[in-house]
């Protein structure tokens, strides 16, 4: 790695650690970013775990410091992601570089459709709901969001948010909360698991994390209350452009 390549990646990693603590969907910009540099695939969404895993760290951390914090529902809702990470890590250890890519920007232009709708941020003020079906409904929901995050991990915040906003009706500042805790669970078992199998990038990985992390802490102390309408003004644009060279030029 390059000191070009690290420049970039540090200042990549805190954009992206705010984006993903505010609205979800960095992995959708970092994951092209690592390929286009010339890693392959698997050791692309491999190394891109470590930055997930301590941006979200530090972001959970920021905040509980602020007060922001939902148990042991978001314990619950991690037991099941878990289990869905590890059957989606395995899978994502054996698939095929062209597939992947090809599979990574169907998954950005997906996210893209869901950032223009956004449906689930029209419940602004909603009444939280705890009823027993609900809770349930989510545990389960969680399994298939964690089978995607140890898969591919690209856009899984926006799910996250869409569950808890539209089941529960919990505000961002709880959301985000929860979302960041979750990832931080299943994401220590996806990474384990590419260690095990030797996919990890550990320069290209730990360099993007430092990034990850300032950004997460950042965006956890201020985010509570705060539009994230341009971030995902600027997430739209930025992932329309990876899709378009991953498909056609990767």
């Not at 695939?41 to 972001?59: D, K, P, T």
């Not at 102390?221 to 644009?237: E, M, N, P, T």
């Amino acid at each position: 790695m390059t000191l070009v390549d690290a420049l970039i990646l540090l200042g990549v990693g805190v954009v992206v650690g705010i984006i993903n603590t505010l609205a979800g969907g960095g992995s959708l910009i970092t994951l092209p970013l690592f390929i286009f540099m010339g890693l392959p695939s698997s050791e692309a969404n491999a190394s891109n775990r470590i930055g997930v895993f301590l941006q979200s760290l530090v972001a959970a951390g920021g905040f509980k410091s602020k007060g922001v914090s939902v148990f042991p529902y978001a314990a619950y809702v991690s037991i099941t992601a878990v289990i869905g990470s590890i059957i989606g890590a395995y899978y994502a250890v054996d698939i095929r570089g062209d597939v992947f890519n090809k599979i990574l920007a169907v998954v950005m232009v997906v996210v893209m459709i869901l950032t223009v709708l956004k449906p689930y941020l029209s419940k602004t003020g909603a009444t939280e709901i705890f009823t027993p079906k609900s809770k349930v409904a989510t545990i389960i929901i969680f399994f298939f969001v964690g089978l995607y995050g140890g898969f591919i991990q690209a856009g899984v915040g926006f799910i996250i948010i869409a569950t808890l906003t539209g089941i529960h009706g919990f505000n961002m500042a709880k959301t985000n909360s929860i979302k960041t805790f979750v990832i931080v669970c299943y994401t220590l078992v996806a990474l384990g698991i590419f260690i095990y199998e030797d996919q990890v990038r550990w320069d290209y990985g730990l360099t993007l994390a430092a990034g990850n992390s300032a950004g997460g802490w950042i965006a956890s102390r201020w985010s509570v209350g705060k539009d994230d309408k341009y971030i995902r003004a600027f997430l739209l644009v930025t992932v329309f452009a990876m899709a378009v060279k991953l498909w056609f030029f990767s």
